[in-house]
C-alpha cells in the first residue's frame, strides 16, 4: 500500500499487530521518494538518514531539542526526531541537501556557515536550516532576531559569534547583489529609452544623494 495525501496508512501484510509496517512515498528536496516496509513508528529523521541515505540532518538528542536534525516541512522548521515518518506523506520536505543551488554547488548559506571557525561541525548542517529558514521570511534580521532563531540549536564547542557574524555578512552580501541588480535593471531600462545612451552613465554614485551619477 502506498500513502497519499488524505488516505489513511494501513500496515503491510508483512507486519504484525505489535510492529505495523506501511509503504508511502515522501516528497524530499522536490523528488518522491517511495518508502517500503517501514515500521510505522519511525522517525522522519531515522527515514531520512537510515532508508533514503541523507545523513545530512544529524542525531543529536532525539528529543527535539538540539537542532541539529532541523529540516522543513511544507516551509516550516521541524525537528525530524520528533516527526513521525508516515505522517509526513504528502509534505514537502526539504533537508539540508536541498539547499544547493541548481548547478549543485552549495548555496550562499552553507558557503557562510562553512566560512566560520568550528571544530567538529555536527551543528552546523541544522544551523544552516535555520539560517535557511529565518531569511525566508526575514530578509534582513537584527543580531536579535538571529539569536532567538538560534536558540534552538546547540553547539557545544565553537559558540555562536562565528554565526551570527556569518549571518550579517551574508545579509549584506545579499543586500548588495540586489543592488547591483537594480542598478543594471535601471540603466538597460534608460537604454531601451535612449538607444544613444551608455548604460554604464546609469550607475549607483556614493558620493550623490540621490544614489546616481
Known sequence: MVAVPGDPLAPD????SDHPVVSYVLRVNGVDRAVEGSWIGESLLYV???????A?????????????????????LVAACLVPAATAAGCDITT???????????????RALARTDVECGFCLPGMAMTVHDLLEGNHAPTELETRQ???????RC??????????????????ARMAASETERRAGDEWETDP????ADHRTDQNTPGGEA
Open 196 to 199: 544613444g545612451a551608455d548604460p
Open 96 to 110: 539540508v541537501e536541498g539547499l544547493v543551488d541548481h548547478d549543485g554547488s552549495p548555496s550562499d548559506v552553507q
Open 56 to 76: 545530512g540532518a544529524k542525531d543529536g538528542c532525539s528529543q527535539g531539542e538540539c537542532g541539529a536534525c532541523s529540516v522543513q516541512s511544507d516551509g516550516r
Open 13 to 16: 501484510d508483512t507486519g504484525d
Open 149 to 155: 532563531a538560534l536558540c534552538g540549536n546547540l553547539c
Open 48 to 54: 531520512l538518514r537510515e532508508r533514503l541515505g541523507l
Open 158 to 175: 565553537s559558540g555562536y559569534r562565528g554565526v551570527l557574524d556569518a549571518v550579517q555578512e551574508l545579509v549584506d552580501e545579499r543586500a
